[in-house]
């Protein structure tokens, strides 16, 4: 790898690049990961001051949530910035851990549903259209790839130091 973690939309694309993007958006790899973690291990901090699967599973959903409307903009050629956002927040502020597991699943499972519907009514030419993450320009494609590299990459962590 080429990129790190810091480094933001490079390394998320360069998880998912080798993969055809409607593809990545069909993969049941996720739900097979969360389907076989039980509520006490959702709950579970590898450290203190790290968030719980929950927690992680929302900021998924949340950050898949933010990035496919970002997208949607994009796609209609609105001038639209494509970086961050304050992911802390969002999760401090959030019911993640007041949430069942199962309602967090069916949460991801919904977003994950409206996001391969949008990419399935993408043309050749939308998902050409540039624009602007942070100081590199991109296109729709790519950062619809990177949607699941951020997914990849918080898998691996679940996978390194949780379970």
């Given at each position: 790898?080429?990129?790190?973690?810091?480094?933001?939309?490079?390394?998320?694309?360069?998880?998912?690049?080798?993969?055809?993007?409607?593809?990545?958006?069909?993969?049941?790899?996720?739900?097979?990961?969360?389907?076989?973690?039980?509520?006490?291990?959702?709950?579970?901090?590898?450290?203190?001051?790290?968030?719980?699967?929950?927690?992680?599973?929302?900021?998924i959903?949340?950050?898949?949530?933010?990035?496919?409307?970002?997208?949607?903009?994009?796609?209609?050629?609105?001038?639209?910035?494509?970086?961050?956002?304050?992911q802390?927040?969002?999760?401090?502020?959030?019911?993640?851990?007041?949430?069942?597991?199962?309602?967090?699943?069916?949460?991801?499972?919904?977003?994950?549903?409206?996001?391969?519907?949008?990419?399935?009514t993408?043309?050749?030419?939308?998902?050409?259209?540039?624009?602007?993450?942070?100081?590199?320009?991109?296109?729709?494609?790519?950062?619809?790839?990177?949607?699941?590299?951020?997914?990849?990459?918080?898998?691996?962590?679940?996978?390194?130091?949780?379970?």
């Amino acid at each position: 790898m080429r990129y790190t973690p810091q480094d933001g939309f490079p390394y998320y694309f360069e998880l998912a690049q080798e993969q055809e993007l409607s593809a990545l958006f069909a993969s049941m790899n996720t739900n097979a990961l969360l389907a076989s973690i039980d509520e006490e291990k959702a709950t579970h901090r590898y450290a203190p001051g790290k968030w719980s699967i929950k927690q992680i599973v929302g900021h998924i959903t949340d950050h898949e949530r933010i990035k496919m409307f970002r997208a949607f903009q994009l796609s209609r050629k609105e001038e639209v910035e494509l970086w961050g956002y304050d992911q802390e927040t969002l999760v401090n502020n959030s019911r993640f851990d007041e949430l069942t597991f199962q309602q967090l699943l069916t949460d991801y499972v919904n977003v994950r549903k409206a996001s391969q519907s949008f990419v399935n009514t993408l043309s050749i030419d939308q998902l050409a259209i540039k624009g602007w993450a942070r100081q590199y320009k991109i296109s729709l494609e790519d950062f619809l790839k990177s949607v699941i590299g951020h997914e990849m990459h918080h898998l691996n962590i679940i996978k390194e130091r949780y379970l």
